[in-house]
């Protein structure tokens, strides 16, 4: 009888063994799981932190960064974990906000918000003969001076080949050239300078 | 004159851009090379996107290839090259430490 009690106990005892490190596994599996998906889940969070409609794809480029910086911490749980918290949780708790905010800024008439768009580049560009109200000295790097002075002088009835320095010879260490430099007046630099038409660079 | 106030966060993310300004960046690198964390840096960049001194626009790869989405990246602006270096002069200048006119004694 003693014996048949003993042999219940121990199988008893075997059987909760198994279940409890069954569960034990399982438990480790949910957890594992749930902190895998929780730098997503955190920019999930932030990204509602971000006025509607603008967001998708700053979203998107966030969880894009997310993944390359997960990727070398493969078979590392815990720096994967530790980075991954870090850089999404930021971006829950100052990055989407400040971003926002940027959104705000830039909001239109409409109310949308063209933040991050590339139309909206140079929307709040100052203008160049601000910034330089004396003019400014600039270079010309065509391979067309020729047709750049009289394009110049058609178009803002002044030569560039009247500056002395249009044209000048440059020696240096074993290496020389021929500079094309000109003085700019303020008032023609933004047609000019801030003008792509021209190969213009300083 | 710009709609961005050059402060000492935005003076370092538009120097880093500068030491490759035709190089195209990406967020996390960004923040590897400045030591910039993700809340700090991206809202900096969201603000230079919109003034249009960055560009910014995504890679264009094939997902299949290289076996991830593609990335976004940023890169300066024609026009954001020449103010970023024009502002960060200025600000140099500023920071610059006042001299009694007799110049600097050097070793």
């Known amino acids: 009888m003693k014996g048949a009690l003993a042999l219940a106990v121990t199988v008893g005892v075997l059987l909760g063994s198994l279940l409890w490190a069954t569960i034990t596994d399982m438990f480790k599996d949910e957890l594992r799981t749930r902190l895998g998906r929780l730098p997503y889940w955190l920019i999930r969070m932030a990204s509602l932190r971000i006025p509607a409609g603008a967001d998708s794809d700053l979203v998107e480029e966030w969880e894009t960064e997310l993944d390359v910086i997960l990727h070398d911490t493969e078979g590392l749980p815990l720096t994967w974990l530790l980075r991954g918290v870090t850089f999404a949780a930021d971006l829950l708790l100052r990055g989407a906000p400040a971003a926002a905010r940027e959104m705000g800024a830039g909001k239109t008439a409409n109310g949308l918000a063209p933040v991050l768009a590339s139309d909206s580049k140079g929307a709040a560009l100052p203008a160049w003969s601000d910034l330089f109200p004396e003019g400014r000295d600039i270079f010309y790097e065509g391979n067309d001076p020729v047709g750049f002075v009289r394009q110049i002088q058609s178009e803002f009835g002044f030569s560039p080949a009247s500056d002395p320095r249009w044209g000048e010879h440059i020696d240096g260490d074993g290496l020389s050239f021929t500079s094309h430099s000109f003085y700019c007046p303020s008032e023609h630099l933004d047609a000019i300078y801030g003008n792509n038409r021209f190969p213009v660079g300083s | ?107």
């Open chain 2, 1 to 107: 004159m710009p709609e961005v106030q050059i402060t000492v966060a935005v003076a370092r993310v538009l120097r880093e851009f500068l030491s490759e300004p035709s190089a195209d960046r990406y967020g996390y690198d960004l923040m590897r090379a400045i030591s910039f964390p993700s809340g700090k840096l991206y809202p900096i960049l969201a603000k230079l996107v919109r003034i249009g001194w960055l560009i910014r626009e995504r890679e264009k790869t094939d997902q299949g290839e290289v076996g991830r989405p593609s990335r976004f990246y940023y890169r300066l602006s024609p026009n954001g090259v020449e103010l970023a270096r024009y502002e960060l002069a200025l600000l140099n200048e500023q920071l610059a430490p006042a001299t009694n006119g007799l110049g600097f004694l050097r070793p």
